[in-house]
């Protein structure tokens, strides 16, 4: 009688309690923001900083002063000043040359070619412009009172018909990270997060560590592609076990904090590490010893949950909710255990039934074919204008450490902006307006004097392209259909990896005219903030699950629609807030 009583108590119980249907329903009872989380996101911090050291520590391996002049050495034996050598050898910058650095009045790569030892004897000291020329035979001097170390590029004397080279191996890095998009994600998929995490970062650690014994361009290229090959993936993957873990209160919180705070302090920090250092053999050592943390990530870091579900390995995804449970100091009763599980099982069954899906049906109906590459062209563009603007900060300010330290602190603001204004405003403005931003200042910059105001207009300019470049994170998977989202996001994601080949070329355009970059990216910046308005709005709005809903999403939006003006025909349409919180669309979208 009791226990029948008990059964009725507990079925009265469930009644009214919500039913718990996926993963997000039962963080309440384990505990979605204690001290289980609040120990991962401490653990994100090293990952930070791997994540930062190896997307920008390649800029100060290569980074090269901007004065530089050929060595003649027939006069290293004379008895002269170095003034009075650089002025008998160093002929005027040619028409080209000015163009391109309009300061440089001497020519970086050309040196007269005359007979010295004849000339020595003969009491001339000032050099005849009309002399025969001819590009430097015996290498260059450098000027280091603003870079104060040899970088690789300038021990190897990357300047003048070599310039490309450094161009070449950032762009070789980011072939790397291609190559590794699919391998560590096929580990990650296959065999789970904490091995693919242990072995991006080993791969990053020990290419790290060759980088500093290169000799030779070949060489430094194929460290730097297997560098690559952890690049994403070596914070990413934990990224995503960390907000998975977390509730969907405080996912939008911990996803763009953790980023704003631990990325700016590791992209701030870097190129006074750089700078203090002062040899490039040595900086590539230490930027590699945060990578040493992965080896001990099985100890400090939990497998992914969702993935054992995903495997069908219900029972250890249910240990590892009981060890939150048990961090947390919270006790969850065998009923919600029986109740997840049972969930979990079904789960299981409907995604084997999902498995037929393939990228292509996103290009099978017509309007979802037009949400698919507008994503992708909107994911392109933006990534392209952020590394333009990155690199571009050397040419801005011979104070390269300065200049490139405040950029980068540019991006704890763009984190505080979009968590408390991207669930009011929505995806559309705000990319509209971040990206509108940063195309107004980067042509500002170009109408400013050189000095401390072009710095500061292209740090604006900067500042919202991080906005922007953290909407984009989670834009896709928020507008994609379920049963082909991951799929969808991994192709627009791979495809923006091509935009980190491109970019550094963008840069080199400095090469023809200084102008150049900066134009380019403002023209790409203005398109973006543009195409931004032609996609739906994903704020409140229930994800699109079928390949249908995909095709429909966003049809009954106007496109003046602003979703912080609650009285518009859009909020009062029968869409919910979708219970999956945009915040982990966002964090699965990196692979």
């Known amino acids: 009688m009791s226990s029948t009583v008990n059964a009725a108590l507990v079925g009265d119980d469930v009644e009214k309690r919500k039913r718990i249907e996926n993963f997000d329903d039962i963080l309440p009872y384990i505990g979605d923001a204690g001290l289980y989380q609040w ?10 900083f791997v994540y930062a050291f190896l997307y920008f520590t390649q800029f100060f391996l290569t980074l090269m002063p901007n004065e530089y ?11 002269i000043t170095d003034a009075q050598k650089f002025a008998l050898s160093i002929p005027p910058a040619d028409t080209e040359e000015l163009l391109v650095d309009s300061d440089i009045l001497y020519s970086k790569c050309q040196m007269y070619d005359i007979d010295y030892s004849a000339l020595k004897n003969s009491g001339v000291i000032n050099a005849d412009p009309t002399w025969p020329k001819v590009p430097c035979r015996h290498g260059w001097t450098f000027n280091y009172s603003t870079i104060p170390y040899v970088s690789i590029a300038a021990e190897l004397e990357w300047v003048c ?45 020990f290419g790290s560590i ?12 194929l460290c730097r592609l297997i560098v690559g090959t952890a690049f994403d993936n070596c914070f990413n993957i934990l990224f995503i076990i960390v907000i998975e873990y977390v509730g969907p209160r405080h996912r939008t919180f911990m996803a763009n904090m953790s980023f704003g705070f631990y990325f700016t302090a590791s992209s701030a920090l870097l190129p006074w590490l750089a700078y203090w250092i002062a040899d490039w053999r040595i900086l590539s050592g230490v930027t590699a010893a945060p990578l040493v943390i992965a080896f001990a990530a099985p100890w400090l870091v939990p497998e992914s949950a969702r993935w054992y579900i995903s495997k069908g390995n219900i029972p250890k995804a249910m240990e590892m909710l009981r060890k939150c449970e048990k961090c947390n100091g919270k ?6 255990y029986e109740e997840f599980e049972q969930s979990c099982n079904e789960m299981v069954k409907l995604e084997s039934s999902n498995n037929g899906y393939t990228v292509l049906d996103l290009f099978k109906k017509p309007r979802l074919s037009y949400i698919t ?27 390269v450490f300065t200049s490139f330290s405040l950029a980068a602190l540019t991006e704890l603001p763009a984190a505080i902006a979009l968590t408390v204004l991207l669930d009011k405003w929505g995806r559309r403005w705000m990319g509209f307006l971040s990206m509108l931003i940063c195309a107004i200042f980067s042509f500002v910059t170009l109408a400013m004097p050189p000095g401390g105001a072009t710095v500061a207009m292209g740090i604006v300019a900067r500042f919202g392209v991080n906005i922007a470049a953290n909407i984009g994170f989670q834009y896709a998977a928020e507008m994609l259909p379920t049963v082909v989202r991951a799929q969808g996001v991994s192709l627009i994601h791979i495809i ?8 550094p070329y963008v840069v080199y355009l400095g090469e023809i005219s200084p102008s150049l970059p900066l134009t380019v990216l403002g023209l790409l910046s203005f398109v973006v903030a543009v195409q931004a308005l032609f996609m739906p709005e994903t704020l409140g709005q229930d994800l699109p699950q079928t390949l249908e809903e995909g095709n429909d999403f966003g049809r009954e939006q106007s496109f003046w629609w602003l979703p912080c003006i609650s009285s518009t025909n859009e909020k009062k349409k029968k869409f919910r807030k979708s219970r999956t919180p945009t915040s982990l669309q966002r964090v699965s979208s990196v692979r």
């Open 331 to 336: 006790t969850v009763s065998k009923e919600i």
């Open 496 to 503: 923006g990896y091509f935009a980190h080949i491109i970019g």
């Open 210 to 221: 060759a980088t500093a014994f290169c000799n030779s361009f070949w060489t430094f290229c």
């Open 161 to 205: 018909d070599k310039a490309y080279y450094s161009t070449v191996a950032q762009s070789v890095f980011f072939v790397g990270s291609i190559i590794g998009g699919f391998i560590f994600g096929y580990i990650a998929d296959h065999y789970g997060r904490l091995p693919a995490l242990i072995a991006c970062n080993a791969v990053g650690f």
């Open 39 to 48: 120990l991962l996101f401490l653990i994100l911090l090293p990952f930070a």
């Open 373 to 399: 590459v507008m994503l992708t062209l909107y994911w392109l563009l933006i990534i392209l204008v952020f590394d333009g603007h990155v690199w571009n900060m050397k040419l801005l300010d011979p104070d």
């Open 69 to 79: 002049w050929c060595r003649v050495v027939e006069l290293d034996d004379w008895n």
